[in-house]
């Protein structure tokens, strides 16, 4: 009999694959750019052979095969959309950047309700070039958010401002915690603003769970995936597999399970190493990790 | 004429190098480390030539000569030690390995006695090898700050927690926040337990001016360098020459100096950029860049 291995770690499987069907399947959400080998169609079709009930889209790929195609394939496919990435970038100083960037937002917004998710995912931006102001940024972040959230509630989607790990500070999310990123939520209704809750850039935060209890129902998703040491050298792809790096899983999740949370929890990873694995041996991995950390704590 | 060059950007010097006797220079040190291409005998007769009126010391290069020699040589100089680096890593779980941390941080306490320093600088350390408990070991940390404390004040010696950006959450320091720094310091008389405040590990906090004030007195150290990206392989060295990355510098320093901070300012940069130029050259530069962004508004 051969070993099943997970990817990318080569080690020995330490549970079971769920099988389709299988009920602690039943939350789990691929997000798309965890297998970024996959095309749109192939992550659909591979989430499902998997047993998963939901898939996180990305816009990129969406606009790839056209929306209206991919509205259509999700629609097939029986899976729901936990969410849809990502809307933001919102910390340019000029008006003309800032108006593009709201009617961007309003599109991701239309798109989410094409796609039949209420949760457009929000990346905040990191500080336009040359400038040091990152009040100033987090400012204009918040602004936006602000400008953008009856549009979105009006459509039935709600907004998450994904808080981002400090490393990405200067270059690509100014909001820095969960703390701070509820300060802005909380100046809207929780129907049209809440919180994204990513392991990755938020397992560091001193008081994460009184955070987390503080966000109750604003926690809009719920992704997952693990911090790894060295952080590469390209740092946007220093995640890992649930289980390879220093994240505790079962302590996480019990805090966000005691909200009340009843949505998907989404595997996002950004890694060469899974990318370069099989798509299904990915899908196949990060079942039995989300079996073995996640899902029984939820 | 020659244009006088910044290293490690080789940018024309925007200020002129304040000369050795400017009153300008009076808090500047020098972090040994931002000089690791010299040696202690080195750094002390660099920083003196340079018109520095103090240095921050490593244990390390210290022990390599000799305390004794050591502070012979500090006291020939008469250049102040604005504090020695460091004590800490405090974050093991076996009672051995514990004691033997506060041993070493007893004697790091008699060093700096040595050195006619009152500071020592704490890197509370990461998490041990496999723990995913990071509660745990922030507790541990703090729970040995308890226990030195005491031991420092008899000796005149102040115990600087220094918060540490989150991409070191894992493998070096616990501490994340100038917040959860002060939680644990206001346990603690602000005779014996302090912060360490620099620049590139809080930039990001949200709150940041908020707990500078919050902070006060308990300032026992003012280090500066910059946040540039993108972050290096080795995110060790990921430290920055002032005014070469994204730190908002004037906004900073002024919160740190209206808590009536007195002490010294130390440039403390771990760059390989850096290191691979002349020391006498990082030396100057640091003086410009300092003399440009940061005396002005202590």
């Known amino acids: 009999m051969t070993a099943v291995l997970d990817v990318p770690s080569g080690d020995a499987a330490r549970v079971e694959t769920p099988p389709v069907g299988d009920p602690r399947l039943a939350r789990l959400s691929l997000n798309q750019r965890t297998t970024a080998q996959w095309s749109l169609r192939e992550a659909l079709d591979g ?48 008006p003309d950047a800032r108006e593009a960037a709201d009617a961007d937002n ?17 990346v905040p931006g990191g500080l336009p070039g040359g400038s040091k102001d990152l009040a100033g940024a987090r400012e204009r972040a918040a602004e936006a958010i602000g400008r953008l959230a009856p549009y979105a509630g009006e459509r039935g989607v709600r907004l998450g401002i994904e808080p981002m790990h400090p490393i990405f500070a200067a270059d690509r999310g100014v909001v820095s915690s969960l703390r701070q990123a509820l300060d802005i939520a909380e100046q809207h209704p929780a129907s049209q603003v809440g919180v994204v809750v990513d392991t990755y850039h938020l397992w560091w935060e001193p008081d994460v769970e009184q955070q987390i209890a503080r966000a109750g129902e604003r926690i809009v998703a719920y992704q997952v995936c693990d911090w790894i040491t060295p952080v590469p050298a390209d740092n946007l792809l220093g995640r890992g597999m649930m289980g390879d790096g220093h994240v505790d899983f079962p302590a996480f999740t019990r805090a966000v399970a005691a909200t009340g949370y009843a949505g998907d929890v989404e595997v996002e990873i950004f890694n060469a190493d899974v990318w370069a694995a099989a798509g299904e041996d990915v899908v196949a991995t990060m079942a039995r990790r989300y079996a073995e950390l996640v899902e029984p704590y939820l």
């Open 47 to 94: 989430a499902r052979a998997a047993g998963l009930s939901s898939i996180g889209l990305w816009r990129e790929p969406v606009a790839e095969v056209g929306l209206e195609t991919a509205a259509q394939w999700v629609a097939d496919s029986g899976l729901r959309v936990s969410s849809l990435c990502r809307g933001g970038f919102f910390t340019a100083e000029e």
């Open 106 to 122: 309003r599109a991701a917004i239309d798109e989410c309700v094409a796609l039949g998710t209420d949760v457009l995912v929000l």
